[in-house]
């Protein structure tokens, strides 16, 4: 039954209530469309809208008629829960007025519930209904208040005023927290984008910031002008940071920094690709001798002596240099070259500089008999699955499984993974070879999880090729079905790599995979190009710290520090943080003093080969399986 208000429908954050000078006096009059307070005549928005439950007609006519005399706008009264629902997604009022004792399959507690989960709109229960049971039926649902009938117009009044006061504080203090954790989200994240693209020791750019701005150098310079690339190792610099200690020798790393800085031209670019080793790029250079005669420059900066903790200190460096795009065209390969050339000059003494040969190459012939053993290893049965386990961070207790591919090759024995991974995904093999693993390891997580009363996820990387199929989700689907894993119990790991070429079919794709119950997480966290915009940009639900960050956080401030704006911002966007590459009791116990949910690494176990894997883990599930 629709009732005239007193002023135009609103929506619930137009609600007022009085002024809190008020003296108390309960009444406000209409006037010109507002309501002025009688006691301190202020000026208010027009009258709160009130929604009457009753399943009684002449009860709710009774009460509406009794709050227009009090101020307020009755939108509507309804008997049932079904129509409580409808009008309050309709025309949203300020606050319901709920009888318990409802007409239809519902009463009122029930469509408090619902009420609750659809809209933000504050309940007061007004009932005859006085029992333990029901009393924390009600309680349980939120309601802004409890009235018995009978009550007093005063105890009504109160208790509506009192709500919506309420109502309104919480609606500020949600709004200013959100504020503030958006305000906190961003800090974090420039926090975090600068921690991963900078070295903690000497503030310069790390090897993922010198990438990008190679990319952008390579982008607007002439192919046919090389483009020097230097690799600047000190010489003994290990052993006289053990000497001088942490601190002394961090300040003897961005000592050095300064001083190559000071020789560099503008355009050139620093960095810092490893510790304690620095990179160059001579923007400013046009060939071998101009990068030879910068290498000089550099080298003979540091012959003058930096005086740390009272006392001075010594140190000469070899250079090596790699040209682009001669001796490569990826940045990777160009460090990894000119590391080699200074390795070389260091062999002979150092406090000089050298330049790749290709000579030095000799993998070239290895290569094409790799890839030729690769493209039979799967039908000869060289390939194989080892598995390591994934601990529960606080309890110990086993909860999943990371897939890892294995290659035993019968004359070469063990292949590394990032030796022949590469070769397949080049040559094309790795489609093949992926689909394999997904077979074999959820056939074989379907079978320990049948013997086990909480299942176990297993995790599973997913390559380039596999990604970009466009039945990747019906494929998955099939393979779980024909495996008899429930989808809930497999994970995709993804590398940032992955998504950088296309975000839009990215998302799609992990849409897909998420309609189907399967989870996603991205791997590597912070080694890639944009980290923190895919993690707000996709449907991820765990987030794998790379080993890089986890190593030595005990006595690294930057990789610890590193690691924990990476957990803060985790946690704030309600992702599962798995962090990998744990090795000692410190870096465990630093973990677990943050918000690090699952743990993997050798301090736990390394891959196991599946009978290994039963034996240790799935056979003992059930016990902690943290060190001590």
Known sequence: MALLPSGPARSPTDARSPPDN???????????????????????????????????????????????????????????????????????????????????????????????????????????????????????????????????????????????????QQRQARAQTQQDYGQLLQQTEAQLNYLVRHDGATGLPNRLALREQFERAVTYRDRQTPLPVLFVSPDRFRRIGESLGQQASDALAAAIAERLRACLEAGDLLASPEPNCLAAIANSGQGPQDAAQLARILIEALHAPFELAEREVFLTASVGIALYPRDGTQLDVLLARAKTAAEQVQSGGGDRHGFYDSRWDATSTDRLTLETALRYALEREELYLCYQPCIDARTGKLVGAEALLRWQHPSWGNIPPGRFIPIAE???????????????????????????????????????????????????????????????????????????????????????????????????????????????????????????????????????????????????????IVAEGLETEAELQFLQQHPCHELQGFLLSPPLPSKSFERQFVRQAWRSHLPG
């Open 426 to 576: 080049e040559i094309g093999a790795i489609g093949t070879i992926g689909e394999w693993v997904l077979r074999t390891a959820c056939r074989q997580f379907a079978h320990w999880n049948a013997q086990l009363r909480s299942p176990l996820q297993v995790a599973i990387n997913l390559s380039a090729r596999q990604f970009d199929r466009a039945d990747l989700a019906q494929n998955l689907s099939a393979i779980c079905q024909e495996a008899g894993l429930n989808p809930r119990n497999l994970e995709l790991e993804v590398t940032e790599t992955l998504l950088v070429q296309d975000i839009d079919r990215a998302r799609q794709q992990l849409a897909q995979l998420s309609q189907l119950g399967i989870a996603t997480a991205l791997d590597d966290f912070g080694t890639g190009y944009a980290s923190l915009n895919y993690l707000k940009q996709l449907p991820f639900q765990t987030l794998k710290i790379d080993r890089a960050f986890v190593q030595n956080l005990n006595t690294d401030r930057h990789n610890a520090a590193i690691a924990v704006a990476i957990m803060q911002m985790a946690e704030r966007l309600n992702l599962r």
């Open 22 to 168: 008020c003296n108390g006096c309960m009444r406000c009059s209409p006037r010109a469309g507002r309501l002025e307070c009688n006691c301190c005549h202020q000026l208010q928005m027009p009258p709160a809208q009130l929604l009457i439950v009753e399943d009684e007609l002449l009860l709710g006519k009774r009460l509406a008629h009794q709050l227009q005399a009090l101020g307020y706008a009755v939108t509507d009264i309804v008997a049932s829960g079904q129509e409580a629902l409808e009008r309050a997604e309709s025309n949203p009022p300020d606050l319901v007025l709920m009888d318990i004792a409802l007409k239809g399959d519902r009463d009122g507690i029930e469509t408090a519930a619902q009420l609750r989960e659809r809209a933000d709109i504050p309940l007061v229960y007004l009932t005859a209904y006085a029992d333990e049971a029901t009393l924390a039926r009600a309680e349980a649902t939120g309601a802004y208040g409890y009235l018995l009938k009978p009550y007093k117009e005063r105890e009504l009044h109160a208790t509506i005023k009192l709500a919506l006061q309420t109502h309104c």
